[in-house]
């Protein structure tokens, strides 16, 4: 069950909200406009959720390190970091993505036997 601890807490997650998504509404007002419209609390809440981890994860969240001489932001890790993050975002928007991540792990007989991880020296065998 949701508890809409997002949208209870309104005005301070839509201005997260915009700034993570600023560069797609001409205006404040649109976007605005735009969540207002969202019917449902329960989406308004989710919309609230996948805005604020986006601004905190990828939009403005780096990988950082604190190892004697190395760079405090890893490129390559952040990047990573942020890859991961985004497609988290997306398979928990909905129910259905969630569901049908599991079946789309390949079992045992959906692999062909030419399967490229198959044969002398790999890993996995028939």
């Known amino acids: 069950m949701n508890d809409l601890r997002y949208l209870k807490a309104k005005d301070t997650f839509l201005d997260r909200a915009y700034l993570a998504l600023k560069n797609h509404f001409a205006s404040r007002d649109d976007f605005d406009k735009y969540f207002d419209a969202i019917k449902r609390d329960e989406q308004k809440d989710l919309f609230l959720r996948t805005s604020l981890f986006y601004v905190l994860l990828v939009k403005c969240g780096d990988w950082v390190?604190?190892?004697?001489?190395?760079?405090?932001?890893?490129?390559?890790?952040?990047?990573?970091?942020?890859?991961?993050?985004?497609?988290?975002?997306?398979?928990?928007?909905?129910?259905?993505?969630?569901?049908?991540?599991?079946a789309i792990w390949p079992s045992e007989h959906a692999i062909p036997r030419h399967w490229p991880c198959w044969g002398k020296g790999a890993h996995v065998q028939p």
Do not use: C
């Open 65 to 102: 390190v604190d190892v004697p001489g190395s760079d405090k932001v890893v490129d390559y890790l952040t990047n990573t970091y942020k890859f991961v993050t985004i497609f988290s975002l997306i398979e928990s928007l909905s129910e259905e993505t969630r569901l049908a991540a599991s």
